[in-house]
């Protein structure tokens, strides 16, 4: 059956209300409920069982309910860094070495790069290492959660990681369609690379505000807040995790480094051999990644962090068998809150899905387009699929065999169709930075310590921004196929420039200097 517009109204509801309520759950599952309302021809009780089996499918799904586990685990091998005093020997060793703002969120910004082979992992690891120096230095968690969730998914899409293997795929069915046959998949990926503007752009946007001190919009306001009054989240938010008030004060131990690192470093390796141990033999190094199970690595290296740390309680005796068990149990409650939201996700996905709403957004485009509006158009559809579905693989999915056979039969180009995938993974991951509903953001949120809504709200700015010069830039290349290694220094310096001028107009707006983040005094008139 086709829904059409109708197809619209289960993401548009969930996104609405949850930025009017600021209460994510209660806005996903009655966006989840206005789909089933629709698919059960509007009766209320068939909508009630509908919306009731989407939310049990999202969780016995296989793949959901390794990732709902992996969440669970990494909740108990945090907790154990706390108890055992890890957090507070790094902040300890922070405080001699990271002296300033600028370093820590330059650091955070350098190891988000740094941790390049899966986005769930980069979020987990740059925010149990840095939530505490943050606090420490009075960085908003808004700030932190945007530095997580800017250099996640925008930096796995370039290098060896199960990104990549997703996106090499997703081109050669791209060239299967348009029957290109004179280049190989891989190197199609690579020609689409300079061309995936808005990840290369947004990660860098970060390393500018860092290393600048610079904030505009509402990040400014809620970095003036943390400056001048040293609340790390706004009066009346809901942090997605919040360790102190779940955990309580660290056991009266001498804080040791090895007990925040050993977890972290045990966790990175074990999913890393999970990686290559589920794509063994399927070849190369690329060929390992898209042949391995993400989320099978991931959950053997969360339970393997948790396993870590109980093996340290007891080991070093700061901790005895009920102590251990106990702190292993309320690791698991602090993540109950994001693994619901994520369920709702995940089944607001899936009633998109069923009522085809990606295919309805493609079916608006026109026919006989000229080339100028092809990279805009499909930037355009990619960034609002992805942000009304919250998924970006979803997106590629559907996006990248109509991209690549339509700029071939434009153009006749197989080089420049390949590189269109590039604009396709652009717009992708436009959603998955900035949607409420996307688990990568999610996950941002919540190993940050922030309240969800206002890390998309503070960070959909910054992400704006980003996507205004990645489609000005898109707009010169179809017009006038510049190439893009002018296309990506022209867009860096216009990026420079807006942030400068927005900071600018912030610091009007708000009377807050953009730097400084304290309140302007005004001058008193003679």
């Given at each position: 059956?086709?829904?059409?517009?109708?197809?619209?109204?289960?993401?548009?509801?969930?996104?609405?209300?949850?930025?009017?309520?600021?209460?994510?759950?209660?806005?996903?599952?009655?966006?989840?409920?206005?789909?089933?309302?629709?698919?059960?021809?509007?009766?209320?009780?068939?909508?009630?069982?509908?919306?009731?089996?989407?939310?049990?499918?999202?969780?016995?799904?296989?793949?959901?309910?390794?990732?709902?586990?992996?969440?669970?685990?990494?909740?108990?091998?945090?907790?154990?860094?706390?108890?055992?005093?890890?957090?507070?020997?790094?902040?300890?060793?922070?405080?001699?070495?990271?002296?300033?703002?600028?370093?820590?969120?330059?650091?955070?910004?350098?190891?988000?790069?740094?941790?390049?082979?899966?986005?769930?992992?980069?979020?987990?690891?740059?925010?149990?290492?840095?939530?505490?120096?943050?606090?420490?230095?009075?960085?908003?968690?808004?700030?932190?959660?945007?530095?997580?969730?800017?250099?996640?998914?925008?930096?796995?899409?370039?290098?060896?990681?199960?990104?990549?293997?997703?996106?090499?795929?997703?081109?050669?069915?791209?060239?299967?369609?348009?029957?290109?046959?004179?280049?190989?998949?891989?190197?199609?990926?690579?020609?689409?690379?300079?061309l995936n503007l808005y990840c290369i752009l947004?990660?860098?946007?970060?390393?500018?505000?860092?290393?600048?001190?610079?904030?505009?919009?509402?990040?400014?306001?809620?970095?003036?807040?943390?400056?001048?009054?040293?609340?790390?989240?706004?009066?009346?938010?809901?942090?997605?995790?919040?360790?102190?008030?779940?955990?309580?004060?660290?056991?009266?131990?001498?804080?040791?480094?090895?007990?925040?690192?050993?977890p972290l470093i045990v966790l990175v390796g074990?999913?890393?051999?999970?990686?290559?141990?589920?794509?063994?033999?399927?070849?190369?190094?690329?060929?390992?990644?898209?042949?391995?199970?993400?989320?099978?690595?991931?959950?053997?290296?969360?339970?393997?962090?948790?396993?870590?740390?109980?093996?340290?309680?007891?080991?070093?005796?700061?901790?005895?068998?009920?102590?251990?068990?106990?702190?292993?149990?309320?690791?698991?409650?602090?993540?109950?809150?994001?693994?619901?939201?994520?369920?709702?996700?995940?089944?607001?996905?899936?009633?998109?899905?069923?009522?085809?709403?990606?295919?309805?957004?493609?079916?608006?485009?026109?026919?006989?387009?000229?080339?100028?509006?092809?990279?805009?158009?499909?930037?355009?559809?990619?960034?609002?699929?992805?942000?009304?579905?919250?998924?970006?693989?979803?997106?590629?999915?559907?996006?990248?065999?109509?991209?690549?056979?339509?700029?071939?039969?434009?153009?006749?180009?197989?080089?420049?169709?390949?590189?269109?995938?590039?604009?396709?993974?652009?717009?992708?991951?436009?959603?998955?930075?900035?949607?409420?509903?996307?688990?990568?953001?999610?996950?941002?949120?919540?190993?940050?310590?922030?309240?969800?809504?206002?890390?998309?709200?503070?960070?959909?700015?910054?992400?704006?921004?980003?996507?205004?010069?990645?489609?000005?830039?898109?707009?010169?290349?179809?017009?006038?196929?510049?190439?893009?290694?002018?296309?990506?220094?022209?867009?860096?310096?216009?990026?420079?420039?807006?942030?400068?001028?927005?900071?600018?107009?912030?610091?009007?707006?708000?009377?807050?200097?953009?730097?400084?983040?304290?309140?302007?005094?005004?001058?008193?008139?003679?």
């Open positions: 059956m086709e829904y059409g517009w109708l197809a619209i109204i289960p993401p548009l509801v969930a996104i609405t209300l949850a930025f009017i309520t600021k209460r994510v759950l209660i806005s996903l599952f009655l966006g989840i409920f206005s789909g089933g309302l629709i698919i059960s021809g509007w009766n209320p009780f068939s909508g009630v069982v509908y919306t009731l089996n989407t939310v049990i499918g999202s969780i016995t799904d296989e793949w959901n309910a390794q990732l709902l586990l992996f969440n669970l685990l990494m909740g108990s091998g945090v907790a154990f860094i706390w108890r055992l005093g890890g957090s507070k020997a790094l902040t300890t060793w922070a405080r001699k070495r990271i002296k300033t703002r600028k370093a820590a969120g330059v650091g955070a910004w350098v190891l988000g790069i740094v941790i390049f082979f899966n986005d769930y992992v980069n979020a987990a690891i740059v925010g149990n290492v840095f939530r505490d120096i943050s606090e420490e230095h009075k960085i908003s968690s808004e700030r932190l959660s945007y530095i997580l969730d800017s250099t996640a998914a925008p930096v796995a899409t370039f290098f060896i990681s199960d990104w990549i293997a997703f996106q090499i795929g997703m081109v050669k069915t791209g060239m299967e369609t348009a029957g290109i046959t004179s280049i190989e998949p891989f190197t199609g990926y690579l020609y689409s690379i300079p947004a990660v860098l946007l970060v390393g500018m505000l860092v290393i600048t001190e610079r904030d505009f919009g509402p990040m400014l306001k809620a970095e003036h807040r943390a400056v001048t009054e040293g609340k790390i989240v706004r009066d009346g938010a809901k942090p997605m995790l919040d360790v102190n008030y779940e955990l309580g004060e660290p056991k009266d131990t001498k804080p040791m480094l090895i007990t925040f690192f050993l074990v999913t890393l051999f999970g990686f290559w141990f589920t794509g063994r033999g399927a070849g190369g190094i690329t060929d390992i990644l898209g042949a391995s199970d993400p989320a099978k690595a991931l959950l053997w290296g969360s339970f393997a962090m948790a396993l870590t740390g109980i093996v340290m309680a007891l080991s070093t005796k700061i901790m005895n068998l009920a102590e251990t068990m106990d702190t292993f149990v309320d690791g698991l409650k602090l993540m109950l809150l994001a693994c619901v939201i994520l369920v709702m996700a995940w089944s607001l996905g899936a009633v998109t899905a069923e009522m085809d709403l990606a295919g309805f957004i493609v079916r608006a485009i026109p026919e006989n387009l000229p080339f100028v509006m092809v990279p805009i158009i499909i930037f355009l559809l990619g960034m609002l699929i992805s942000f009304a579905t919250g998924t970006s693989w979803g997106t590629m999915t559907i996006l990248t065999p109509i991209a690549i056979p339509l700029a071939y039969v434009l153009t006749n180009d197989a080089y420049l169709s390949v590189a269109m995938s590039g604009v396709v993974f652009s717009g992708a991951i436009f959603g998955d930075h900035c949607s409420p509903i996307s688990d990568t953001t999610v996950l941002a949120s919540i190993f940050s310590g922030a309240d969800h809504i206002d890390h998309v709200s503070t960070q959909v700015p910054y992400a704006i921004t980003t996507a205004v010069v990645a489609l000005l830039m898109y707009l010169l290349w179809g017009q006038f196929f510049i190439s893009p290694a002018i296309l990506i220094p022209l867009g860096i310096v216009i990026l420079f420039a807006l942030m400068y001028g927005l900071s600018k107009l912030s610091r009007k707006k708000y009377g807050i200097h953009p730097i400084t983040k304290k309140t302007i005094k005004k001058k008193k008139a003679n």
